[in-house]
Nanobody
Framework: QVQLVESGGGLVQAGGSLRLSCAAS????????MGWFRQAPGTEREFVAA????????YHADSVKGRFTISRDNAKNTVYLQMNSLKPEDTAVYYC?????????????????WGQGTQVTVSS
């Protein structure tokens, strides 16, 4: 089992920045692909970013590319999502997820563990 706890969400004005953190506990964190997803009211959960075991390979959705950056610190069992140039359409609940595989995917059903989510609200 892996337990995931997100933090860092909040209210920010358009153009501002936030950094989300996801602290993991349980089984070996460094052996999991880590991902961030988001879900706005009335919409499906959407892939945001993922990162490989080592942190060398990262993947970002086109909608956030150039603005958001995923990273991880395996020594701290933590994955981060740095969000810059935030837009009102980034407003959503952001979820951290772990996948026990060597390959990444944007399909949320392929992730094994999920955090409880953290709300991000961007005002115009």
């Amino acid at each position: 089992q892996v337990q995931l706890v997100e933090s860092g969400g909040g209210l920010v004005q358009a153009g501002g920045s936030l950094r989300l953190s996801c602290a993991a506990s349980g089984r070996t964190f460094s052996r999991y692909i880590m991902g961030w997803f988001r879900q706005a009211p009335g919409t499906e959960r959407e892939f945001v970013a993922a990162i490989s075991w080592s942190g060398i390979n990262t993947y970002h959705a086109d909608s956030v590319k150039g603005r958001f950056t995923i990273s991880r610190d395996n020594a701290k069992n933590t994955v981060y999502l740095q969000m810059n140039s935030l837009k009102p359409e980034d407003t959503a609940v952001y979820y951290c997820a772990a996948r026990g595989s060597v390959s990444y995917t944007y399909d949320s059903t392929e992730y094994d563990y999920w955090g409880q989510g953290t709300q991000v609200t961007v005002s115009s």
